[in-house]
């Protein structure tokens, strides 16, 4: 993916909620779900990973992932 030329899409605001979903079926009682919506533009997804959230942010903002970065949080 290459960064897009217009500098206003080089940045965001996201809200962002995130809940853990109780199920029967999971041996670990549930999982984590969330839903995202950029704020300029009111697009939004829900998702059920951290990988779904960050494509999402590339995907608005035109910012490629950083391969040198190191996860950290919620980790």
């Known amino acids: 993916m290459t960064m897009s030329s217009d500098p206003a ?12 979903e109780r199920t029967d079926d999971d041996a670990k009682g549930g999982h984590w779900r969330g839903w995202v919506q ?14 779904d959230l960050n ?3 590339e995907a608005e903002t035109g ?10 949080g919620l980790g």
């Open 9 to 20: 899409k080089h940045d965001g605001s996201f809200i962002v909620r995130i809940w853990w």
């Open 63 to 72: 910012i490629p992932p950083d391969g040198s970065a190191t996860p950290r």
């Open 38 to 51: 950029h704020v300029r533009n009111g697009t939004q997804i829900y998702f059920a990973s951290l990988s």
């Open 55 to 57: 494509a999402f942010i």
